[in-house]
């Protein structure tokens, strides 16, 4: 059983549909990343989420720090192993996979998720920040298509189970 406490952070981050796939990937491994969100009816928005990324297994429940503002979020993940997270994972058919890189893009660290399955074609880029101001100065390169940061359709408890 994995005994690592709870961890809790603030996640500042702006969002992009991608215009291609980043020349930045090439030569790059991804990891593949299984997030099932909880529940899958009843609510509009599941904000609980189970991840698989390896070996790791984590509960995540992630929260705007301001309603309405989707670029900075609480986030509270508990470990799991993997019999937790298969026990929890049969309460919901809400299911994503993809790809996730983690590049430098322009000089900024960027993690860009390739989507599979029924999300296939999707590219999404989160450009993540250490301060706001960081956040406020940062200018998009010409990979960046549209800022998707606000826009509710792109979040994971939302874009689960669509295609």
Excluded: W
Excluded at 8 to 28: H, R
Excluded at 107 to 118: H, I, K, Q, R, Y
Excluded at 129 to 135: N, R, T
């Amino acid at each position: 059983m994995n005994t690592t406490s709870q961890i809790s952070e603030v996640e500042l981050e702006l969002t992009y549909l991608a215009a291609k796939i980043p020349i930045e990937l090439t030569g790059s491994k991804p990891e593949r990343l299984i997030d099932i969100y909880v529940p899958d009816s009843g609510v509009d928005h599941a904000r609980l989420r189970l991840r698989k990324k390896g070996n790791v297994f984590q509960i995540t429940k992630k929260q705007p720090i301001n309603e309405g503002d989707a670029s900075a979020h609480n986030e509270m993940t508990i470990p799991l192993d993997e019999k937790e997270f298969e026990a929890l994972s049969t309460s919901s058919t809400k299911q994503i996979v993809k790809d996730r890189y983690n590049v430098v893009i322009n000089g900024s660290p960027a993690e860009v998720d390739v989507f599979l399955n029924d999300l296939a074609g999707l590219v999404l880029i989160d450009f993540e920040f250490a301060s706001e101001a960081d956040k406020q100065a940062f200018s998009p390169t010409d990979i960046c298509l549209a800022d998707v940061t606000q826009e509710n359709f792109i979040a994971g408890g939302l874009l689960a189970g669509k295609t």
